[in-house]
């Protein structure tokens, strides 16, 4: 049985995978992670925190950052695909109706298709141009 709990490994992974990008994959640091990660169990993961920790500062800290990110994507991605999983199965989503705006529009529309079917007919036949007032 293992020590570690999945979190705890998949934290790991996402640290070897950070420490791969900055200190190399064949870094004795991110050969002991992934054997943390592997055999997820407590003394692995000392021992390969231990060898962290001589890692130059400004190098554990751009590890760390790069980790950060990675961890916080997996999350958005993990949150997105249990969202889309809880509503899998209930069809498209539709927004709700709001009768009363729903109505003024029915209103709208019918007062413009009665005004355009009776509106009133301009007079047939030439117009006189009318120069002023009164003429």
């Known amino acids: ?38 055999i997820a169990s407590q003394p692995a993961l000392d021992a390969a925190g231990n060898l962290f920790d001589r890692l130059p500062g400004p190098q554990r800290d751009g590890i760390r950052n790069d980790a950060e990110t990675q961890a916080q994507e997996e999350v958005k991605n993990q949150a997105f695909d249990e969202v889309r999983d809880l509503y899998k199965g209930l069809g498209p989503i539709q927004k709700p109706v709001d009768k009363a705006a729903a ?12 005004w355009a079917e009776n509106k009133p007919q301009a007079p047939e036949g030439p117009r006189k141009a009318r120069v002023g007032f009164g003429t």
């Open 1 to 38: 049985m293992s020590d570690l709990d999945k979190v705890t490994i998949r934290a790991v992974g996402i640290l070897a995978d950070a420490t791969a990008r900055n200190a190399g994959s064949g870094s004795m640091v991110h050969l002991k992670l992934l054997r943390a990660q592997t």
């Open 103 to 114: 109505a003024r529009t029915l209103k709208a529309n019918a007062s413009e298709r009665l």
